[in-house]
C-alpha cells in the first residue's frame, strides 16, 4: 500500500517499500491471500481510512492529513500539525508518552489487583501510596517480598539512578543508535528492541502501530482518570470502582460533592 512507502523508515536493515515489493513479486499467491484476510487492517491508513466524524468528515479533515501515519483520524481542528516538522514532533512526543501510559496503566492496577483478589501481599499497593515507603525504615518492598540495598531507602541515589539511565537512553533513542547499535529508527527501532520479529511483516507492522497508538491513547485518558480519582477520592482505582459498583447513585463522577477530600495521611 501506497501509505506504507511514505512512512518507511529503515528498519532491520531494509526499507518497507522495498519488503512489500520484494515480497509481492516472490510470493504473490501468499500476498493475494494476506489481503484478503488483512483487508480491514489496511483500512487504517490512506484517504478511505475511518475519521473523527465518519461518514460527515468530508470537507472537513485537513489536507495535510492524508493517513500516512498510524491512528490519524483526520482531527487536527487548532491545525497544529499544518507544519510539517511540527507534526513530526508531536507525533513522536505522543507515541512516547503512549507507551509510557501504558506502562503507567499497568503499574497502577495490577499491584492493587494482586493484593486485592491473589493474595498476593505488598508493601503499599495504592500506586500514590507506594512511593512513601522510600521514607520509612524497612524501604520500599518490591512485590512485597525484597529490598534493593542502597536504593531502597534513598531517594537522592535513585533519583540520580534514574535520570542517568533514562536520559541515557532517551538519548540513544533520539539519535538512532547506541553502544553496540546504530542506524536505527528513532521511533520505531526494531533491531534488538524487537525480539519476537513482531514487526517483519509489514502488513502486521501496519497493524500493530495502529494498535500501540489506539491503546496508548486509552491509556492516557485512564491515566488522567486516575489522578483526578486520586485528587478528589483519595483512594485508589480499584477501591473507587468497588465504591461505584455497591453504591452507583452515590459514588459516581456526577455527584462530586459525595466525594472525600484527599488527605495523604488518611
Known amino acids: 500500500m501506497a501509505a506504507y512507502a511514505v512512512s518507511a523508515k529503515p528498519f532491520l536493515g531494509t526499507q518497507l517499500n522495498k519488503s512489500v515489493v520484494s515480497r509481492q513479486t516472490s510470493r504473490p499467491a501468499r500476498c493475494a491471500s494476506r489481503q484478503v484476510v488483512r483487508a480491514s487492517g489496511d483500512d487504517w491508513y490512506g484517504p478511505d481510512r475511518p475519521k473523527f466524524l465518519g ?6 479533515t485537513p489536507e495535510y492529513l492524508q493517513g500516512e501515519f498510524a491512528g490519524d483520524y483526520g482531527w487536527d481542528t487548532a491545525g497544529l500539525s499544518a507544519d510539517p516538522q511540527t507534526f513530526a514532533r508531536y507525533r513522536t512526543v505522543e507515541v512516547i508518552h503512549a507507551r509510557w501510559a501504558m506502562l503507567g496503566a ?26 512513601a515507603q522510600i521514607f520509612t525504615g524497612e524501604g520500599i518492598q518490591y512485590l512485597g517480598a525484597f529490598t534493593i540495598p542502597a536504593f531502597s531507602d534513598n531517594i537522592i541515589l535513585t533519583l540520580g539512578v534514574e535520570v542517568l539511565l533514562l536520559g541515557l537512553a532517551e538519548a540513544y533513542r ?14 520505531y527501532p526494531g533491531g534488538p528492541f524487537d525480539p519476537l520479529n513482531l514487526a517483519d511483516d ?3 507492522f501496519a497493524e500493530l502501530r495502529v494498535k500501540e497508538i489506539k491503546n496508548g491513547r486509552l491509556a492516557m485518558f485512564a491515566n488522567f482518570g486516575f489522578f483526578v480519582q486520586a485528587i478528589v477520592t483519595g483512594k485508589s482505582p480499584i477501591q473507587n470502582l468497588e465504591d461505584h459498583l455497591a453504591e452507583p447513585f452515590v459514588n459516581n463522577g456526577f455527584l462530586p460533592f459525595t466525594a472525600t477530600k484527599f488527605d495523604p495521611s488518611g
Not at 461518514?55 to 472537513?60: R, T
Not at 553502544?179 to 529508527?185: M, S, T, Y
Open 55 to 60: 461518514p460527515y468528515s468530508e470537507g472537513v
Open 106 to 131: 499497568l503499574g497502577i492496577l495490577v499491584p492493587e489487583v494482586l493484593e486485592k483478589y491473589a493474595g498476593i501481599e505488598f508493601g503499599e499497593p495504592v500506586w500514590f501510596k507506594a512511593g
Open 174 to 187: 533520539a539519535n538512532g543508535e547506541g553502544p553496540g547499535v546504530e542506524g536505527l529508527d528513532d521511533l
Open 202 to 204: 509489514p502488513d502486521s
